[in-house]
């Protein structure tokens, strides 16, 4: 009789057993509310981030 070994199974915890599944759609939500925060937003942000851009390049 062979002795049998048990798999050493690895333990993942679910938060990031979470975002490894939804990391897409994640970043999907980040990236439109950035985009309507940018669109909604009286700070002139999006203008300084314009201008310092385009200084780079």
Do not use: D, Q, S
């Not at 002795?3 to 979470?18: E, L």
């Not at 897409?24 to 300084?48: D, R, S």
């Amino acid at each position: 009789m062979a002795n049998k070994k048990k798999r050493k199974t690895k333990i993942v915890h679910p938060v990031f057993n979470f975002l490894k599944n939804y990391n897409f759609e994640i970043n999907a939500i980040i990236l439109f509310g950035l985009g309507v925060f940018l669109l909604l937003e009286e700070m002139e942000i999006k203008a300084y981030l314009y201008n310092k851009i385009f200084e780079l390049l």
